[in-house]
């Protein structure tokens, strides 16, 4: 199947401080990606999704400007939690989906853990 | 996005087959059925998906009623390493995402 690798695997930061998420598209061009959050032993929750080229469009009760969502690329997009707080701290995954592989199936990267202190 | 009620978790023994149910009674005509798997801190999988005829692949089998109002999720041979949270999620045919539900919890017992 495609692959979507996600960078960091995991994270540890400071409160108040900022931390950037990658999301790329191996072997294939990403022409949606969506990014979701998942707390301990919780759903998959989605938080936004993302064209390449456009801005995000975020699902309700999340924060657009907290949550920075960038897919510049065909391959790339990244998550970006500003200010930073423990109650952030969770799995972030994201997902990708080509038109070409077959619009009905979405690949998911393996997440990035994220713990605020 | 329509529903899907599957039970919270299920045990198999090893090498035995395992059927995992989803109940979807209020699919719409061009709603398909995906199945995804998360194994302990990894992202989910995909396994396989279907609109009306019975699927088959590498991973599993997909069999989906007549009806389409329940499908069933059929590892023929489980293994330790088919641990994992089972999701069916419905999706119309062009929508966007996947939004998961709670899932089912399979334990394969050595």
């Given amino acids: 199947g495609a692959v979507v690798s996600q960078h960091p695997s995991w994270v540890i930061c400071k409160s108040g401080t900022s931390v950037k998420i990658e999301c790329r598209s191996?072997?294939?061009?990403?022409?949606?990606?969506?990014w979701y959050r998942?707390?301990?032993?919780?759903?998959l929750m989605?938080?936004?999704?993302?064209?390449e080229g456009s801005k995000a469009t975020y699902e309700q009760g999340v924060e657009k400007d907290k949550f920075l969502i960038n897919h510049a690329s065909l391959t790339l997009s990244t998550l970006t939690v500003t200010s930073a707080h423990?109650?952030?701290?969770?799995?972030?995954?994201?997902?990708?989906?080509?038109?070409?592989?077959?619009?009905?199936?979405?690949?998911?990267?393996?997440?990035t853990r994220l713990t605020v202190l | 996005?329509?529903?899907?009620?599957?039970?919270?978790?299920?045990e198999s023994n090893e090498e035995e087959p395992v059927h995992l149910p989803c109940n979807h009674s209020t699919i719409s005509g061009t709603d398909y059925i995906h199945w995804y798997r998360q194994l302990p801190s990894q992202g989910?999988?995909?396994v396989i998906h279907g609109l009306t005829s019975n699927v088959n692949?590498?991973?599993a089998s997909l069999a989906i009623a007549e009806d389409r109002k329940s499908s069933?999720?059929?590892?023929?041979?489980?293994?330790?390493?088919?641990?994992?949270?089972?999701?069916?999620?419905l999706r119309q045919t062009g929508a966007n995402n996947l939004f998961f539900g709670t899932g089912t919890r399979l334990t394969v017992i050595p």
Avoid: W
């Fill in chain 1, 26 to 34: 191996l072997d294939f061009q990403a022409t949606t990606m969506f």
């Fill in chain 1, 38 to 43: 998942q707390f301990p032993k919780q759903s």
């Fill in chain 1, 46 to 51: 989605l938080m936004a999704t993302s064209n």
């Fill in chain 1, 86 to 111: 423990p109650e952030d701290s969770s799995f972030y995954i994201c997902s990708a989906r080509s038109g070409r592989l077959g619009r009905d199936t979405q690949y998911f990267g393996p997440g």
């Fill in chain 2, 1 to 10: 996005d329509a529903k899907t009620t599957q039970p919270n978790s299920m």
């Fill in chain 2, 44 to 46: 989910p999988e995909y």
């Fill in chain 2, 57 to 59: 692949n590498r991973m």
């Fill in chain 2, 72 to 89: 069933t999720l059929i590892l023929h041979r489980a293994t330790l390493r088919d641990a994992a949270v089972y999701y069916c999620i």
